[in-house]
Nanobody
Framework: QVQLVESGGGLVQPGGSLRLSCAAS????????MGWYRQAPGQRELVATI??????NYADSVKGRFTISRDNPKNTAYLQMNSLKPEDTAVYYC?????????WGQGTLVTVSS
């Protein structure tokens, strides 16, 4: 089973950018649909997904600002976040899904504040 480790979170000012990384190990990374969720107090949101074939989907709240990508040889998925807003503040979780199996990382905190 795949294991996931996120990195790249931190404190950023409104309008700034961050890139989150999700390093995978323990399985064949390329077969998984990768995703990013975020958890703020009282709500969880699926932010973006990218399939094994490279098709992407985004939540309306991040379209045009966030970009999900993957580098299969490096077993890593990314979430590039631009034009960050205070409402983007959350713990961001990387997920890997294949058929009925879904694995979550431990999460990384993103705080958008001046």
């Amino acid at each position: 089973q795949v294991q996931l480790v996120e990195s790249g979170g931190g404190l950023v000012q409104p309008g700034g950018s961050l890139r989150l990384s999700c390093a995978a190990s323990g399985s064949i990374f390329s077969i998984y649909t990768m995703g990013w969720y975020r958890q703020a107090p009282g709500q969880r949101e699926l932010v973006a997904t990218i399939t094994s074939g490279g098709s992407t989907n985004y939540a309306d709240s991040v379209k045009g600002r966030f970009t999900i990508s993957r580098d299969n040889p490096k077993n890593t998925a990314y979430l590039q976040m631009n034009s960050l807003k205070p409402e983007d503040t959350a713990v961001y979780y990387c997920t890997a899904r294949f058929r009925s199996v879904e694995v979550w990382g431990q999460g990384t905190l993103v705080t958008v504040s001046s």
